[in-house]
């Protein structure tokens, strides 16, 4: 979609950070601030499924209206926040650009739970700049260091694992648990939802992949940071894994089947989403400094796709790339992961294997995959391990792949972050993560 005349601060494909300029922008008005009205839009309360660029997009086009005939500016917090300010408007008008703004947004649980309980106007600030300038110039100034916080260099890869060195006894266990928030399933994981009717077979398989060739293909994109989180030290980023929005795509296209009750069907369809992931991910903004991953198939490693994906990136990023492998799809074809992992060798490439189960890290041998990375999907099962006599033995298994070597991904809880601890894991991905951090 073309983008429209003077909207310069309207939206962006990448995560933005527009604190400045609407700091900028009220110095001009402050003196003279009559018939101004602005309102603050709290969406970082918002899971992160529902932060993604489409979602942006849409948000912003709901201002147009007031953006081109009341001299409206649409300003964005680089952690979802939306400022809005302009000149003239009624409330109705302003309220019904808010209302169409929710809308964008108005399958996110949390947001549901928000208005059942009566808590909506939790949602948004409204000021009236000739009264209420000084209060909403305090508002704007604590947006501001978030926003410097976030800003700040990312580490190399290399460094941040070179550093990391701490002991079990160093991490002090001062997280209360929480209850269970709405989880986010980012990866290639298997989504299954509680209530599911009909498994996918072949036929669904071709009515999606069909469906996908004409979806615009931004709207299937979404990412992730990972942090390395030691003891009370404040959490790095370490890299952005960028993902294929599975859960968005079924809900969209498929939503009474499970798109990954047949694990073979599923891997084929996962091998569409690497394509269209290798096609999209080079036209995007990628910081040159910032270490990426992404989900892939052993068998589209090998594809002509891959190859031009590759020569693309590395013209924007210095980083190496991070490919992520499903541990399922690696033992499906042993010989020809090696094969793979020999090529990605030769391209200064990181592998994590994917999908994993703690109890595996007692039985894997990195080396032997010659793996950087081993990354572990939470279940609420395994608070059960702490305290009893597998806990020693997972501990032990951590220490002898290295802490830095373990990510603990779905998040989803306060107790997936006290049992990470707990067992010295001191990389971390998913929902709660993303709240407390980014």
């Known amino acids: 979609m073309r983008p429209m005349e003077n909207t310069a601060h309207m939206e962006s494909s990448a995560p933005p950070c527009q604190v400045d300029d609407l700091l900028s922008f009220l110095q001009t008005i402050k003196r003279h601030p009559k018939g101004y009205r602005a309102i603050h839009?709290?969406?970082?309360?918002?899971?992160?499924?529902?932060?993604?660029?489409?979602?942006?997009?849409?948000?912003?086009?709901?201002?147009?209206?007031?953006?081109?005939?009341k001299n409206g500016q649409l300003f964005w917090t680089n952690y979802f926040d939306v400022v809005f300010i302009c000149k003239g408007s009624t409330l109705t008008e302003l309220d019904t650009a808010f209302l169409t703004a929710r809308r964008v947004v108005e399958d996110s649980p949390l947001l549901k739970e928000y208005i059942e309980a009566g808590r909506d106007d939790e949602l948004c600030d409204w000021y009236d700049l000739k009264k209420d300038m000084d209060r909403?110039?305090?508002?704007?100034?604590?947006?501001?260091?978030?926003?410097?916080?976030s800003d700040a260099s990312t580490p190399s890869l290399k460094a941040m694992i070179s550093s990391l060195s701490?002991?079990?006894?160093?991490?002090?266990?001062?997280?209360?648990?929480?209850?269970?928030?709405?989880?986010?399933?980012?990866?290639?994981?298997?989504?299954?939802?509680?209530?599911?009717?009909?498994?996918?077979?072949?036929?669904?398989?071709?009515?999606?992949?069909?469906?996908?060739v004409n979806m615009e293909i931004f709207q299937m994109m979404a990412d992730q940071t990972a942090y390395v989180i030691v003891g009370e030290a404040t959490a790095q980023p370490i890299f952005v894994e960028h993902y294929i929005a599975v859960a968005d795509i079924k809900r969209k296209l498929l939503p009474t089947y499970d798109i990954a009750a047949d694990k073979w069907l599923f891997q084929r369809l996962t091998r569409t989403f690497d394509m269209k992931l290798m096609q999209a991910l080079p036209q995007t903004s990628l910081p040159r400094n910032q270490v990426i991953s992404i989900n892939i198939n052993v068998e589209s490693i090998f594809a002509p796709e891959f190859d031009k994906?590759?020569?693309?990136?590395?013209?924007?990023?210095?980083?190496?790339l991070i490919l992520e492998m499903a541990l399922f799809d690696v033992l499906s074809d042993i010989q020809k992961y090696y094969d793979a992992q020999e090529k990605l060798t030769s391209l200064g490439c990181r592998i994590s294997l994917d999908a994993m189960d703690v109890q595996s890290l007692t039985v894997m041998d990195r080396d032997l995959l010659a793996v950087d990375f081993l990354k572990i999907h939470w279940n609420s099962d395994y608070k059960r391990l702490l305290g009893g006599p597998q806990?020693?033995?997972?501990?032990?298994a951590i220490k002898s792949h290295g802490s830095t070597r373990i990510i603990l991904s779905h998040c989803d809880t306060e107790s997936a972050l006290k049992f990470g601890q707990a067992v010295g894991i001191h990389m971390y991905q998913g929902f709660i993560i993303d709240k407390k951090f980014g």
Request: zero cysteines.
């Open 309 to 320: 994906f590759m020569s693309e990136f590395k013209m924007q990023n210095d980083q190496p």
């Open 166 to 212: 701490v002991k079990l006894d160093d991490v002090e266990e001062t997280i209360a648990p929480a209850a269970p928030t709405e989880e986010t399933r980012p990866l290639y994981d298997p989504i299954a939802p509680k209530k599911m009717r009909n498994p996918m077979g072949p036929i669904q398989l071709d009515q999606l992949e069909r469906n996908l």
């Open 41 to 69: 839009m709290n969406f970082s309360l918002l899971e992160r499924e529902h932060k993604q660029p489409y979602h942006r997009r849409a948000i912003a086009t709901a201002f147009n209206k007031l953006v081109h005939h």
């Open 391 to 396: 806990e020693q033995k997972i501990i032990s």
């Open 136 to 149: 909403f110039m305090d508002m704007a100034a604590e947006l501001k260091t978030p926003a410097e916080e």
